[in-house]
């Protein structure tokens, strides 16, 4: 059986002969479809769904013909029943709404939202006189238009006996029995909307408006217009509410202009706030509302607004410290800075507005390493001011091995491997007037970390030094002493610096150290000439003359200035420099000439050595000469007997091989004997002795050396007049043949060759008594002859 069948069937049973349907409408929802049947007593609905066709009474009385209908979907499909007192509408499974409709309905319909519905006009049956239900064909009707969602009238007018009422391209057609039928045209949404601005139907008007799915732009300008009417009522409180729908559509400086007001800054407040709620307030939006609330004196409310989640509220949160510091709500903007971990704002609120030194140092002892770090830049002279002893102990961890001090359960998600460590020679300037925790700190630091910068072992070492220049007790002075030795033997102090503070505070084993690690030495020797120490002065020559013999000299230039009594030190000096030869004695004479105190018996012992030795040396001289006369004379004749004598040759063995000779074989004049394939294999020349080669090629060198420097005459002048021994200057140089060239005269000088010399040896002797002198003009002179 199909299913128009079954529910004819169903219906059939259901229904009395008593009741006739006056309405059927069918509703599916869902894949469930409802069947809505109207009598004239009743009003039931069946579920056509379910096998069994279940069926509700939806209520006790029904309605006439043609004053049934379904209203659409967009309205959850409700089934309309029009009485003659009400208009009922039903669902499934229960009654709906109601609408007080009066008057006697003869057609009800719905479409796109709208109720239609056709009555008797009242007017027109009290002219007629007609007491029946059954409209005349003279009388009257009223065609009623209601929007129902909006609850307003969209048309009402009067018509000669309407058949029906259809809906079809987007207009309404009503025909008449008279054979007319009239349209009916809906006007668009803005000109309905302009209707109800007009009348200042604003609420009906945003019904409207919701009803037609008008845009959020739209909406907007009627929430606007409809502020601006309750604004200039004076009721600022609702024309608020409705400015606040506006919000994302309308500029806030619209209706933030409107509420500068002082009394309507509750009003101003509201629409603030909301502003944040929706997250587009700038940061002037949320100074003026911190502003709002501080002026309101309104703690409560401020508190609520800062300590919101960010999910309710957002705002700028560096204005809103800024604002709340200025207004004087400390706490406040503490709580902010602290939340939202602006840490400079927090610390900056808690060091210079509250002055609590120790809640900022204990925060920043929290913060991570980077921003513990600037902070304590910024901050440390202050906390170093007020709390110094926790302000050197975060410095010193800081430096070292940094790690936030925070909860156990965080520090052991901390990964302890990484090392963070500031320069401590930046945080030096923050100890200005704490010298006792600075060199606290700096001792910790070099005992932690030896490899310190340069800068912490210099700044150590001044406060030692202080601390030893201002120290009365004896024993305590030589503990300073002894530590400030020991810092300047490290490798990181910097010579210069080191130097520069020993010499300020007068730290003398500081000085002489450095001059001695320096290689000073000379400066060690003037720094006890300063201070008159006489042995120290002998002490210093005998200790570091070995690596600098002027010292010597010096000591005796500097006793012999002294006009005391200082035989003793210039005798122990001279005897030095005798011994090692380090001056001449007509220097020794000259310098000892200005020294009033110094006698002859002081240099009698000195000058007796040294003639002594000279007179030895001069006979171990003369002694060699005449070895040297009799080794060339004995060369000479061995010359000469060569060249006049015939050689034998009597050697019996190689030089080269020592083997026995045989032939062939090679003989040399100065006796050496070699086997031919000897010679051939380590002869150099054919015309040399292997044997004799490396003698003879040195004493060719020198001979070449000499004959190099024979025209030297310039560096010769230049060497003599530097020189202290002129005498071993031209001795070295008549040597070296520099006076071959001259020219040999027998005859006695006379006037006319008054610049000739008998012998090289004169004119050697001219030139000694010259240098001694210093005449070095005669020297040039005699050189040119």
Same mark, same amino acid.
């Given at each position: ?57 939806? #209520? ?38 109601? %609408? ?37 064909? !003279? ?9 129902? #969602? ?20 987007? !207009? ?66 609702? @024309? ?90 400390? !706490? ?20 210079? #507005? ?85 060199? @606290? %700190? ?16 210099? /700044? ?183 060249? /006049?004598?015939?050689?034998? %040759? ?36 054919? @015309? ?18 000499? #004959? ?68 070095? !003009? ?8």
């Amino acid at each position: 059986m199909s299913t128009l069948v079954q529910y004819k069937y169903c219906i059939e049973l259901s229904l009395t002969r008593t009741s006739p349907v006056t309405g059927l409408a069918f509703r599916q929802v869902a894949k469930v479809t409802h069947l809505f049947v109207a009598t004239l007593e009743k009003v039931h609905c069946y579920t056509l769904s379910i096998k069994e066709y279940p069926k509700v009474e939806l #209520d006790t009385h029904g309605c006439a013909l043609r004053c049934s209908s379904l209203s659409d979907p967009s309205q959850d499909s409700q089934f309309i029943v029009a009485g003659d007192e009400c208009v009922y509408m039903y669902q499934p499974d229960e009654r709906g709404p109601c %609408f007080a409709f009066d008057g006697h309905k003869l057609l009800a319909h719905w479409h796109r939202g709208y109720l239609f519905l056709i009555t008797k006009d009242s007017k027109s049956s009290n002219k007629t006189g007609f007491g029946s239900r059954e409209s005349s064909p !003279s009388e009257k009707q009223l065609l009623t238009v209601y929007d129902l #969602d909006n609850k307003f009238i969209a048309y009402s007018g009067s018509f000669d006996d309407v058949i029906d009422v259809v809906a079809e391209w987007g !207009s309404f057609y009503i025909l008449t029995r008279d054979g007319k039928m009239l349209v009916l045209q809906e006007k668009d949404t803005q000109t309905k909307l302009e209707m109800l601005f007009k009348k200042n139907l604003f609420v009906m008007a945003i019904n409207l408006a919701k009803s037609q799915h008008l845009d959020s732009d739209g909406l907007s300008e009627i929430f606007r217009q409809y502020g601006d009417h309750l604004y200039f009522k004076g009721d600022h409180d609702g @024309a608020i509410q409705q400015y606040i729908r506006t919000i994302g559509k309308l500029e806030p400086s619209y209706v933030i202009r409107k509420f500068l007001d002082a009394q309507r800054i509750h009003n101003l407040t509201a629409y603030l706030q909301a502003l944040h709620r929706q997250s587009l307030a700038n940061a002037d939006h949320t100074t003026l509302l911190l502003n709002c609330y501080t002026k309101l004196k309104d703690s409560s409310k401020l508190e609520e607004f800062i300590k919101s989640s960010e999910s309710e509220v957002h705002f700028d949160v560096e204005i809103a410290i800024k604002v709340l510091r200025q207004a004087g709500y400390h !706490s406040h903007a503490v709580f902010l800075a602290e939340k939202h971990m602006h840490h400079e704002w927090y610390l900056k609120i808690q060091l210079e #507005d509250l002055k609590n030194y120790q809640e900022g140092l204990r925060y920043i002892g929290r913060l991570p390493f980077e921003q513990a770090e600037s902070n304590m830049k910024r901050y440390g002279k202050t906390l170093m001011h007020h709390v110094p002893e926790g302000t050197t102990l975060l410095l010193k961890g800081l430096c070292t091995n940094y790690h936030p001090s925070v909860d156990t359960a965080e520090k052991d998600s901390q990964d302890r491997n990484l090392i963070n460590k500031a320069n401590s020679e930046e945080f030096i300037p923050i100890f200005a007037n704490n010298p006792r925790e600075l060199k @606290a %700190f700096l001792e910790h630091m070099i005992e932690v970390d030896p490899c310190s910068s340069q800068g912490v072992y210099d /700044t150590l070492l001044e406060l030692r030094l202080q601390d030893w220049a201002h120290e009365q007790d004896t024993e305590r002075k030589t503990v300073l002493q002894g530590e400030a030795v020991s810092l300047l033997r490290s490798d990181n102090t910097v010579f210069d610096k080191a130097l520069v503070l020993c010499q300020m505070h007068n730290f003398k084993e500081g000085i002489l150290y450095l001059y001695e690690k320096g290689k000073l030495y000379q400066q060690i020797m003037h720094y006890h000439m300063q201070n008159e120490e006489y042995g120290k002065v002998v002490e210093a020559c005998k200790r570091y003359g070995n690596q600098e013999g002027c010292l010597w000299e010096q000591a005796l230039g500097y006793f012999a200035r002294k006009e005391e009594d200082c035989k003793a030190y210039i005798s122990e000096v001279l005897q030095h420099i005798d011994q090692n030869n380090l001056m001449p004695p007509l220097l020794v004479v000259q310098t000892l000439a200005h020294n009033s105190t110094a006698t002859l018996s002081v240099i009698k012992d000195y000058l007796i050595n040294k003639l002594q030795r000279e007179s030895q040396q001069i006979e171990d001289d003369e002694r060699k000469i005449r070895q040297y006369r009799e080794e060339t004379a004995h060369l000479r004749s061995e010359i000469q007997e060569l060249k /006049t004598s015939a050689k034998i %040759f009597q050697k019996t063995k190689c030089n080269m091989c020592n083997s026995p000779l045989e032939l062939p074989s090679v003989h040399f004049l100065c006796s050496h004997s070699f086997h031919q394939h000897c010679f051939e294999s380590y002869a150099e020349s054919e @015309a040399e002795c292997p044997t004799c080669t490396p003698e003879n090629r040195k004493v060719m060198d020198m001979l070449r050396a000499q #004959d190099q420097k024979r025209d030297l005459h310039d560096h010769f002048n230049r060497q003599l007049h530097s020189s202290n021994d002129g005498f071993s200057v031209v001795a070295d140089y008549f040597g070296r043949g520099v006076f071959n060239k001259l020219t040999l005269v027998t005859d006695p000088p006379s006037s006319k060759t008054a610049g000739s010399l008998e012998k090289p040896q004169t004119l050697l002797l001219y030139c000694c008594l010259f240098s001694l002198c210093g005449h070095l !003009s005669l020297i040039k002179l005699c050189l040119s002859l």
